[in-house]
């Protein structure tokens, strides 16, 4: 069981490139979320989805989209990467949307755009 | 809007010694959940405890605990017979019961343990 993992670790990238970062829970859970930590900062929501076939946007979405493929798996991708992109995101799933589940994270990216 | 606030950005504490953390929280929902997190250099977020906010009683977890005190807003965590494993970033967070689904997070405490 390998909870939640999350491709690439580390990804640099240029100013205007793309590209897609990969969650995957092996859990069954039907949630997962998107989010990112600047240095200094608590983590922010991107996008979630609740529930398989559903995605919402969060705090932050702007210049992200992103994909719930199937139950498992919840991508994001970035269509052109900026500066103000650069930090740590983190996937995380829970069993359900409601408050009491709780929420379990991958070991995060770190992206640096240039 | 919900927020978080950690006044402390650092505290260190003494291995086998008492630390508490400090967080409170602006809502004006009833119903909702609030976490500690924990972030050790490996950056990966562990769930350290939970508190149902309709519950009186204060949740624990081996040797950490909570103080919530719903009325001042107030959620801190205790950890007891701190270890060298216990450093790491503390994240103190809150959700909504119903409706909206995002953790929302303080800015963190840096827990360093002195052995």
């Known amino acids: 069981n390998a909870g939640v993992t999350q491709t690439p670790k580390f990804q640099v990238l240029k100013t205007g490139q793309s590209m897609t970062l990969q969650c995957a829970q092996d859990?069954?859970?039907?949630?997962m979320y998107w989010y990112r930590q600047d240095p200094g900062m608590g983590l922010r929501l991107i996008y979630y989805?609740?529930?398989?076939?559903?995605?919402d946007k969060g705090e932050v979405p702007n210049g992200y989209n992103v994909s719930r493929l199937n139950k498992r798996e919840f991508s994001l991708r970035l269509e052109s990467a900026a500066p103000s992109q650069t930090s740590v995101y983190f996937c995380a799933s829970s069993e359900q949307a409601s408050g009491r589940s709780a929420q379990y994270f991958g070991p995060g990216t770190r992206l640096t755009v240039l | 809007a919900q927020t978080v606030t950690q006044s402390q950005p650092e505290m260190s504490v003494q291995e086998a010694e008492t630390v508490t953390l400090s967080c409170t929280y602006d809502t004006s929902e009833s119903d909702y959940y609030l976490f500690w997190y924990k972030q050790p250099p490996s950056r990966q977020m562990i769930l350290v405890i939970r508190q149902e906010a309709y519950k009186q009683q204060n949740a624990t977890e081996n040797r950490f605990s909570v103080n919530f005190q719903k009325a001042a807003k107030s959620f801190s965590l205790k950890i007891s017979d701190s270890q060298l494993g216990d450093a790491a970033m503390y994240f103190c967070a809150y959700r909504l019961i119903q409706g909206a689904q995002k953790l929302v997070f303080g800015q963190g405490t840096r827990l360093t343990i002195n052995p």
């Open positions: 859990m069954n859970h039907n949630s």
């Open positions: 989805s609740a529930s398989e076939g559903t995605t």
